[in-house]
């Protein structure tokens, strides 16, 4: 049963090549960080190319709750900061609506902070944990208290005098390393964060950006991330790229719809962020990087992308910090892959806004795709050949589960339905509209 707000959608193979050129919103990694960042600097910030979903504007008003202001006129967003260790006690409970990297990090900014505060967020969100970000930070000297297993609603109490931390990530996670380095900020002395293998690095990049001295040494797979506390960071204005976890639905998109061609313009492309790009090029995929540029701090290229045959790939679990977003999109396109994909070492997935593993493997088993998992990897079993398509798929309000099933069903023999799409906006608002301006054919189910 579903509440009465759902939007089911059912998307079908377009009668023509997708074709164009496709606007994908900002990256919402460093949206997050750049609200965050710039509450915490002296002086007035601007931001442009923000995306405006709705995980976004919860971290925007979270930012206002703190004491920031925080207003946007004709596309740019300007952040009057408080400055580190600056921020106000809000007076009401922090909704985090559906963005797990929002209360992550804010639990960061908190901890290190002498004030109380109580987050939220919605029937998602509350079901995911926070422990591996709440247990850390108590060597700082915050308190937590929290629903079992760490869910929300989570208290957090900051402390007084927060401590240096000096700390190993024992599983690959940007959003917890990010978390710690928040944190580190309003402590005194250097605090030092390690991680087994390098995960996505926006918030080292942004750290510099506004004035903080930050060293990154490479050991192994891994870094060494060392911040120097209590720095006085300085407003910098900020340009967000587009967002590569965003422009894969397109991208893959006119991979399977034959005799697509898009261009994709102003996307970041981070090497820690770009592992799906790699992985799409070693299955074949027609996709060139062109007019690469440095913008804002952060690498981005205009992708040019053309439909094509794709065969299978062994995906090795040390590239899963650099696409831990895509694999539901990398998975539709094995499915239309020639042979059998093996994604290795998924275990992040199964803490996502669902268990994304299991509901990457519901998604293509009802529709005929033959998947398997075994431990942490999955296995896809492709035909060169269309899926069948035909089936209804369980979103569990996941937005990256309910995009990857709409481009599915661009490909499919059969139409895709999805029960629940509203979540779509939290990161990519107008998803619908712009693939449908492109050339795709998703309509409400039933209409």
Known sequence: MHAASATP?????????????????????????????????????????????????????????????????????????????????????????????????????????????????????????MRRVTEPLSAIGAEFMAREGGRLPLCVRGAREALALSYRVPVPSAQVKSALLLAGLNAPGQSVIEEPEATRDHTENMLRHFGASVAVATVGAGRVITLSGQPELRAADVVVPGDPSSAAFPLVAALLVAGSRLVLAGVGTNPLRCGLFACLQEMGADLRLENARIEGGE????????????????????????????????????????????MRGLKELRVKESDRLAATAALLTANGVKVEIEGDDLLVHGTGAPPAGGGTVATHMDHRIAMSALVLGLATAAPVAVDDAGFIDTSFPGFVAAMNAAGAAIAPRGA
């Not at 995906?315 to 020639?338: F, G, H, K, N, T």
Request: hydrophobic share 50%.
């Open 9 to 129: 959608l059912l998307s079908a193979r377009p009668k023509a090549p997708l074709a164009g050129a496709f606007a994908v919103p900002g990256d919402k990694s460093i949206s997050h960080r750049a609200l965050m960042f710039g509450a915490l600097a002296v002086g007035e910030t601007r931001i442009t190319g923000l995306l405006t979903g709705e995980d976004v504007l919860r971290t925007a008003a979270a930012m206002r709750a703190l004491g920031a202001e925080v207003a946007e006129e004709a596309g740019i967003w300007r952040v009057a900061g408080r400055g580190v260790g600056g921020i106000a006690e809000p007076s009401d409970v922090l909704d985090m609506g559906n963005s797990g990297t929002a209360a992550r990090l804010l639990c960061g900014i908190l901890a290190s902070h002498p004030i109380f505060a109580v987050m939220t967020g919605d029937a998602s969100l509350r079901s995911r944990p």
């Open 299 to 342: 690498p981005v290229a205009d992708l040019h992308v053309a439909a094509g045959e794709l065969r299978a790939i062994d995906v090795p679990a040390s590239r899963a910090p650099s696409m831990i977003d895509e694999y539901p999109i990398l998975a539709v396109a094995a499915a239309c892959a020639r042979g059998t994909t093996r």
